[in-house]
């Protein structure tokens, strides 16, 4: 069996998309998926499969929100290592200010458009540091998330791919619910 985390983008925001965390739950469960966990309101699920196909598996679970919801909703899959894997190497450490709370991550559905992370890289954000690294940008947000100039919707548009943004808070919270089941 395979531990997963499931991030979707834009369900619960601002009264958009609106899905009860019990009833993503039960469609999750519905569709075969094991020990199902939600956090927070904002799309967040923690689920084993026994399938490993992170392509299929955002899929699948995107066309049955569409089927059950009966909305469009982006989803990406990504192991627990991964994820781990990316908030142990933040690029904004070796600053002085350096604080993990001020650590955004947006994982991109797809590689994104050289010219894009050129662009984004290249352009000063007031009060915020950027970097993108595969399928992950970095945010360090000087000032907090809520004032900051590149938002989700700017960075898919600049690159050109699906994208969702998880606080280091929450990303954390994921990771250890996902890696406490290898230990139980």
Known sequence: MNTFVALLRGI??????L????DL?????????????TYIQSGNIVFDSELSDLTY????????IKGTFGFDVPVLVRSPDYLEQIL????????????????????????PDPH???EIQNRTYENERV???????????????????????????RLGVSATGRNYNTLERLVSMAKSRSME
């Open 19 to 22: 899905i009860k965390m019990k």
């Open 57 to 64: 598996l955002e899929t699948k679970i995107s066309e049955q």
């Open 25 to 37: 739950t039960t469609m999750f469960q519905d569709m075969g998926f094991k020990n199902v966990q």
């Open 131 to 157: 970097l993108i690294d595969n399928q992950c940008l970095y945010l360090y947000y000087l000032k907090g998330a809520g004032r900051a100039k590149l938002n989700n919707k700017v960075i898919e548009k």
């Open 88 to 111: 142990k190497k933040s690029p904004f450490e070796k600053y002085a200010d350096f604080d993990r709370k001020k650590c955004g991550y947006v994982f991109l559905k797809n590689i």
């Open 116 to 118: 894009g992370i050129i």
């Open 12 to 17: 619960n925001v601002s009264g958009q998309k």
